[in-house]
């Protein structure tokens, strides 16, 4: 008995701080935003309760089914393009196709180090009517006043900046595979190429199954990164030119802290919540039918 209530107090010394402060910076901003999305709030005065007015002119709202396509193109660069590219490149980094592999590796990896913001800086100026690719594309059309008009397309202007996700992201998946992929017993490889095994069947058989939970929680990490993306993005457009640009978070942000919107605020974040939690759920569910498969 005294052995149980020791092992409480322990359990209780060691989680309840981290416990208090989970709840203090999670559990009750949500369940504030989600109480607060029911209302009408200015920041002054008393909040007034609308029911659904909010979540109805959300939906209506064709600015928000913009910004919410836009964040949907990012989930898909990062589930089928930053992620995929990463393994790729760790695999070929791994099993030594290349020589050089360490400065390859450094030079992948370099992007992820530098701050969002310089990105932006960065490719916006190489992006811009005078910027480098600009100026290429003049040359090679033979015409000075030549301008791309995807940067002013509704439908691609958003083309650029999944380009730099890309191009930013990748080497955190590759850095991530390459660490799981050189946890594996080299003796398991040499035993299937002394059996007769291709290196296709090498990939299928034994690297891509003992990387399954891997590529799960990169995925997770990537869903959710992806729903919250805003520092590139507001510094590399605005969400302009006319919104083509604009994902869910800056939909928030302008709507919350421009406008003062609370209330409309909450209740976009609720719904990015229960998105997010959705899609998770879709890809638990996608992992498991895989992992019965291969055990």
Do not use: C
Not at 282 to 288: A, D, E, G, K, P
């Amino acid at each position: 008995m005294r052995d149980k209530k020791n092992r409480l107090t322990s359990y209780l010394v060691l989680l309840g701080p981290a416990a208090i402060l989970y709840a203090s910076i999670i559990i009750f901003p949500v369940i504030y935003s989600f109480s607060l999305s029911f209302k009408e709030w200015s920041g002054y005065g008393s909040p007034t309760f609308v029911g659904l007015s909010n979540y109805i002119n959300m939906f209506k709202d064709p600015v928000f089914w913009h910004g919410l396509r836009n964040n949907l193109y990012i989930v898909g660069v990062s589930i089928f393009g930053q992620i995929p590219l990463g393994f790729v490149l760790a695999y070929i980094i791994y099993r030594r196709m290349v020589k050089g592999s360490a400065f390859f590796e450094s030079m992948i990896f370099l992007p992820i180090t530098i701050s969002a913001v310089i990105v932006a800086v960065l490719w916006s100026n190489i992006f811009s009517p005078n910027g480098l690719v600009t100026a290429l594309a003049r040359i090679i059309q033979d015409d000075p006043r030549f301008v791309f008009k995807i940067f002013t397309d509704k439908h691609l202007a958003i083309m650029p900046i999944l380009f730099v996700l890309l191009w930013m992201h990748t080497g955190s998946y590759m850095i991530i595979f390459l660490a799981n992929l050189q946890k594996i017993s080299p003796s398991l490889i040499e035993a299937a190429l002394i059996d007769g095994a291709t290196e296709g069947q090498i990939l299928r058989q034994i690297i891509l199954p003992m990387m399954l939970n891997i590529i799960f929680t990169t995925s997770v990490f990537a869903i959710a990164g992806s729903l919250k993306s805003f520092d590139l993005i507001f510094s590399m457009t605005g969400g302009g030119p006319g919104h083509y640009t604009e994902v869910v978070a800056i939909y928030m942000y302008f709507n919350t802290l421009k406008y003062y919107r609370y209330g409309f605020g909450s209740a976009i974040s609720i719904f990015m919540v229960l998105l997010s939690v959705g899609l998770i759920s879709i890809l638990r569910f996608t992992v498991s039918r895989f992992e019965k498969k291969y055990a």
